[in-house]
Nanobody
């Protein structure tokens, strides 16, 4: 069993920054991919960024140059640093862990970008 707990969401003004973190616990394989997804009201859940256990990253075009994903393998924690935030970044952000052919999800944390 795997548990993912996100933290760090909140309200931020356009142009501001916010940092999310997600701590994983349970039976964690040494080989996995961690990711952040987001779901805006009335829309589907979309991929934001991924990072492998080796540190290889991938980003959605909409966040490239503004968001940075990183991880601490010793703490089994993934981070998302979000800069130059826009109102369209408003969404519930979900942490994801993919290992052994299975997806595991956190409960999500709300990020609201508004003046």
């Amino acid at each position: 069993q795997v548990q993912l707990v996100e933290s760090g969401g909140g309200l931020v003004q356009p142009g501001g920054s916010l940092s999310l973190s997600c701590a994983a616990s349970g039976t964690i394989s040494g080989i996995n991919v961690m990711a952040w997804y987001r779901q805006a009201p009335g829309k589907q859940r979309d991929l934001v960024a991924t990072i492998t256990n080796y540190g290889s990253t991938n980003y959605a075009d909409s966040v490239k140059g503004r968001f940075t994903i990183s991880r601490d393998n010793a703490k089994i924690t993934v981070y998302l640093q979000m800069n130059s935030l826009k109102p369209e970044d408003t969404a519930v952000y979900y942490c994801n862990l993919f290992q052994g052919g299975r997806n595991y999800w956190g409960k999500g944390t709300l990020v609201t970008v508004s003046s």
